[in-house]
């Protein structure tokens, strides 16, 4: 008998595959359900790594397992080519950003192909790519064309040492989200998407979503739109007559009012800090509030802030408050303006202590101090009201609405709702991206690039070293161009686009990447859309998912398409870690991905990430064990090649085992459980070997053993199920193994699950389950886990089949 061997089988199966087409997805119709897989793209930057490793092997055996079932399966794959990363690391080694990254994707593009990746290559496209990205252009021109883009001066972040603009979720602690450096605050015109249009859509549609997202996942998207009801109120200046409006939650509180606060950058603080006759010494505080990045403001512990030397009226009761203006106010959010209730609000609590002001209580607490000078934080809870006129006596929540009901009737309000989403700002000022294709005409003002002029192409002839200007603005021959209204001499936009831009729309193009008449052909659309599966990182919950869900539904109002969520179901694996933290050169504990294919092969790589724990989970490196799955694939391979030679059927109980078996991997595949399958896997094989040892025919478990290892061990389940069973086509294309319903029928028995001795949980079980489903089984249970919590386990007590004892150390 041969060794196993993966070096001599996988260059072989890799070559033959191609050779066959196997993973080219049909390209009409062909009486196969569809199924659309996708994995999220990769950034070139250098090669695979081990994250790579787990992502790409948990969406191949998505694809592959749906491939066997006999769907007809889109699994594609391109690189999300442009960017920050590839511009500096081609400036640290001076090539061109280009040359660089397309070095990487070939890098890359055969690492895929080794790791045995069933892409279908023929699909292929780089968001650098110019048929590419004049997509993304033309789908920008029609976004303006629509009053969805739009360009405005606004406070920007500014990371002094990238150069460039930072997006607000790009700034981690008032840092650069990628180099640390300390965020400064700029004003610069830039591009924006009007992302805030569909706010309420894309928290309604979040419906569809239930089930085929994780909650996690869709709570961490609601967050961050952040829908808040309540009421905006209306306040005047004293001094001048200008109206002020607020937006607030707790209208309930408007008798509490003691003072007011406005954003630094609000357009009436000059006016009313000259009509308060504080100009002089308001001008270089308010410059300095403006001065701190957005990010840091709200959560400055320091509550300072100055006074404005006038006051406003209180709508409700007449009372005239002092105004103020303080950093923790912001413009982007409400109306840039506070009434500021410092008994019920903790933030104007602390204002009030620090600048000596009165603290009223209009929501009695049941309990503790009712006197606002005897407060020591501010009371947000429920209560009765009181000092508040004609609503004195009743309970605070429901007096909410009766407030806002009587600001209507009078006109001194009205129901509002506030997002904390903001509109997106896509201006990044460098090179390596989609240069904005607009043209700014002294007479005409923005004009967009003409269709048949697209693509902007980027010059390679540029200087793309950072400083000073953006490398585009550098480039007279790209920025002097004549209007495309009036022919006279005009300025190109020399901004490229945010690259989250390239990524929100780069699934459609995979319908019909060669398709030259739009960015998709509605037609290959409508047949591969939405995705059925996308599977990626948590680290994209929020932002790449979020700017996806609005292209699909801003190019459905385009009247592209008729649907408007692009991505049905939605796994998100956890990271590969080392000893508990990521890996990093710099920490000395990087695991690099090519070195362990080049030792251990593609198959046992692949097996080894995916046994490692429930793909939610972070894999940590150290417990991941290659050893233990190539002498578990050396097994299968022994037992196959004997269980070839045998004639006649498999014993019963032997078949039972197989048959059920094949249930529960099954099942297991359908809910990504691959850990659990592979152990179950592992005790078939056993079972397999313990047969074969006693002289009996095990060729029927063999042949059902290799089917259900393909997807996640490609290469050894074709070697062993053409050239060792003997099959003419590929164990890849429609042979799921089915059971035999009569072989799976079993005794059911509970099985109770212990941690330390209590009673966690009841799990049916089969009469004759085995010690280590039992013990799996316990492992997984979702009540036992919780028991466990952070605890080690140390080890389990197994009674098959009706009791475990999970004991922590
Ligand atoms: C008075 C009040 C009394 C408030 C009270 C809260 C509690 P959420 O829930 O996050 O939407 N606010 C409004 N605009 C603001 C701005 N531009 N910058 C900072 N804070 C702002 O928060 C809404 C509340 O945040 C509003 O309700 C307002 O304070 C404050 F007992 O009004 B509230």
């Given at each position: 008998?041969?060794?196993?061997?993966?070096?001599?089988?996988?260059?072989?199966?890799?070559?033959?595959?191609?050779?066959?087409?196997?993973?080219?997805?049909?390209?009409?119709?062909?009486?196969?359900?569809?199924?659309?897989?996708?994995?999220?793209?990769?950034?070139?930057?250098?090669?695979?790594?081990?994250?790579?490793?787990?992502?790409?092997?948990?969406?191949?055996?998505?694809?592959?397992?749906?491939?066997?079932?006999?769907?007809?399966?889109?699994?594609?794959?391109?690189?999300?080519?442009?960017?920050?990363?590839?511009?500096n690391a081609a400036i640290q080694r001076g090539i061109p950003p280009k040359e660089w990254t397309y070095e990487n994707i070939e890098q890359q593009r055969a690492s895929f192909k080794r790791y045995g990746v069933s892409f279908d290559w023929t699909r292929q496209f780089n968001t650098c790519d110019p048929d590419y990205y004049k997509w993304t252009q033309w789908l920008f021109v029609k976004f303006f064309e629509r009053g969805l883009a739009y360009r405005k001066n606004a406070p920007a972040n500014?990371?002094?040492?990238?150069?460039?603009?930072?997006?607000?979720?790009?700034?981690?602690?008032?840092?650069?989200?990628?180099?640390?450096?300390?965020?400064?605050?700029?004003?610069?015109?830039?591009?924006?998407?009007?992302?805030?249009?569909?706010?309420?859509?894309?928290?309604?549609?979040?419906?569809?979503?239930?089930?085929?997202?994780s909650d996690r996942v869709l709570t961490m998207q609601r967050n961050w739109i952040g829908r808040s009801e309540g009421a905006e109120v209306l306040f005047?200046?004293?001094?001048?007559?200008?109206?002020?409006?607020?937006?607030?939650?707790?209208?309930?509180?408007?008798?509490?009012?003691?003072?007011?606060?406005?954003?630094?950058?609000?357009?009436?603080?000059?006016?009313?800090a000259e009509a308060g006759g504080r100009a002089h010494e308001l001008r270089a505080l308010v410059e300095k509030y403006r001065a701190m990045p957005l990010t840091s403001r709200e959560q400055a512990e320091n509550r300072e802030g100055v006074s404005l030397g006038v006051r406003v009226v209180n709508p409700v009761n007449g009372e005239e408050v002092p105004c103020f203006v303080a950093p923790y106010v912001l413009m982007e959010y409400g109306t840039g303006a506070v009434m500021a209730v410092p008994a019920h609000d903790q933030r104007d609590f602390e204002f009030a202590r620090e600048n000596g002001l009165p603290v009223r209580v209009v929501i009695k607490p049941p309990e503790g101090p009712t006197e606002g000078d005897q407060l020591t934080e501010a009371w947000t809870g429920e209560g009765v009201m009181v000092n508040s006129g004609p609503l004195d006596g009743r309970p605070s929540p429901a007096s909410i609405d009766e407030v806002t009901a009587w600001l209507e009737e009078k006109g001194l309000g009205k129901r509002a709702v506030s997002y904390r989403l903001r509109d997106w700002l896509i201006s990044r000022q460098r090179y390596w991206?989609?240069?904005?294709?607009?043209?700014?005409?002294?007479?005409?003002?923005?004009v967009a690039v003409p269709e048949d002029e697209l693509p902007v192409l980027l010059p390679d002839d540029v200087d793309f070293r950072p400083g000073g200007d953006s490398p585009l603005a550098r480039h007279e021959g790209f920025v002097n161009v004549e209007c495309p209204k009036c022919g006279k001499p005009a300025r190109r936009d020399t901004d490229?686009?945010?690259?989250?831009?390239?990524?929100?729309?780069?699934?459609?193009?995979?319908?019909?990447?060669?398709?030259?008449?739009?960015?998709?052909?509605?037609?290959?659309?409508?047949?591969?859309?939405?995705?059925?599966?996308?599977?990626?990182?948590?680290?994209?919950?929020?932002?790449?998912?979020?700017?996806?869900?609005?292209?699909?539904?801003?190019?459905?109002?385009?009247?592209?398409?008729?649907?408007?969520e692009p991505f049905t179901r939605l796994l998100n694996q956890g990271m590969v870690?080392?000893?508990?933290?990521?890996?990093?050169?710099?920490?000395?504990?990087?695991?690099?991905?090519?070195?362990?294919?080049?030792?251990?092969?593609?198959?046992?790589?692949?097996?080894?990430?995916?046994?490692?724990?429930?793909?939610?989970?972070?894999?940590?490196?150290?417990?991941?064990?290659?050893?233990?799955?190539?002498?578990?694939?050396?097994?299968?391979?022994?037992?196959?090649?004997?269980?070839?030679?045998?004639?006649?059927?498999?014993?019963?109980?032997?078949?039972?085992?197989?048959?059920?078996?094949?249930?529960?991997?099954?099942?297991?595949?359908?809910?990504?459980?691959?850990?659990?399958?592979?152990?179950?896997?592992?005790?078939?094989?056993?079972?397999?070997?313990?047969?074969?040892?006693?002289?009996?025919?095990?060729?029927?478990?063999?042949?059902?053993?290799?089917r259900m290892i393909a997807?996640?061990?490609?290469?050894?389940?074709?070697?062993?199920?053409?050239?060792?069973?003997?099959?003419?086509?590929?164990?890849?294309?429609?042979?799921?193994?089915?059971?035999?319903p009569a072989l799976v029928e079993e005794d059911r028995v509970t099985l109770v699950v212990q941690v330390n001795g209590k009673v966690r949980d009841r799990i049916e079980v089969a009469a004759a389950a085995a010690e280590d489903e039992v013990r799996e089984l316990a492992l997984a249970s979702e009540n036992a886990r919780r028991a466990v919590g952070e605890k080690e386990v140390s080890r389990v007590i197994v009674r098959p089949p009706r009791l475990a004892n999970i004991v922590t150390s």
């Open positions: 008998m041969r060794r196993y061997d993966p070096h001599e089988i996988e260059p072989k199966w890799q070559a033959r595959w191609e050779e066959e087409g196997l993973y080219t997805a049909a390209k009409e119709e062909d009486g196969r359900p569809k199924f659309y897989a996708l994995d999220m793209f990769p950034y070139p930057s250098g090669d695979l790594h081990m994250g790579h490793g787990e992502a790409f092997a948990i969406g191949d055996v998505i694809a592959r397992y749906k491939w066997m079932q006999g769907f007809n399966v889109l699994h594609p794959i391109g690189w999300d080519a442009f960017g920050l990363p590839a511009e500014w990371c002094p040492k990238d150069q460039t603009v930072l997006a607000n979720e790009q700034v981690i602690n008032g840092l650069c989200e990628r180099c640390d450096t300390p965020v400064v605050r700029r004003d610069l015109t830039q591009w924006f998407l009007r992302i805030t249009d569909y706010a309420e859509k894309l928290l309604d549609d979040m419906e569809e979503l239930r089930g085929g997202w005047r200046v004293a001094e001048t007559g200008d109206p002020v409006p607020v937006f607030t939650t707790r209208p309930d509180t408007l008798w509490g009012v003691t003072f007011f606060v406005f954003a630094p950058e609000h357009p009436l603080v000059p006016r009313l991206g989609a240069p904005i294709p607009m043209i700014r005409c002294p007479e005409h003002g923005e490229t686009m945010d690259t989250f831009v390239d990524s929100s729309w780069y699934f459609f193009r995979y319908c019909s990447p060669r398709f030259d008449e739009g960015p998709f052909d509605p037609a290959a659309v409508s047949r591969w859309m939405p995705v059925d599966q996308y599977t990626g990182g948590i680290t994209h919950a929020i932002l790449h998912l979020l700017y996806a869900r609005f292209f699909t539904k801003a190019i459905r109002d385009l009247g592209l398409i008729s649907f408007g870690i080392m000893q508990g933290s990521a890996m990093s050169k710099s920490r000395g504990n990087l695991v690099v991905f090519a070195d362990e294919l080049n030792k251990h092969g593609a198959d046992v790589l692949r097996v080894s990430m995916l046994f490692a724990g429930p793909v939610e989970d972070d894999v940590d490196w150290q417990n991941v064990s290659p050893e233990g799955v190539k002498s578990w694939l050396g097994r299968v391979w022994r037992a196959v090649h004997e269980a070839s030679e045998g004639s006649g059927p498999d014993a019963e109980e032997l078949r039972r085992i197989a048959h059920r078996t094949v249930k529960v991997v099954t099942t297991d595949y359908e809910r990504h459980a691959y850990n659990t399958a592979v152990a179950k896997l592992m005790t078939l094989t056993n079972e397999i070997r313990r047969s074969l040892d006693a002289g009996g025919s095990a060729g029927e478990s063999a042949s059902l053993l290799v997807p996640m061990a490609p290469f050894i389940a074709e070697e062993l199920w053409r050239e060792v069973l003997g099959n003419t086509s590929s164990v890849h294309s429609g042979a799921w193994p089915e059971f035999e």
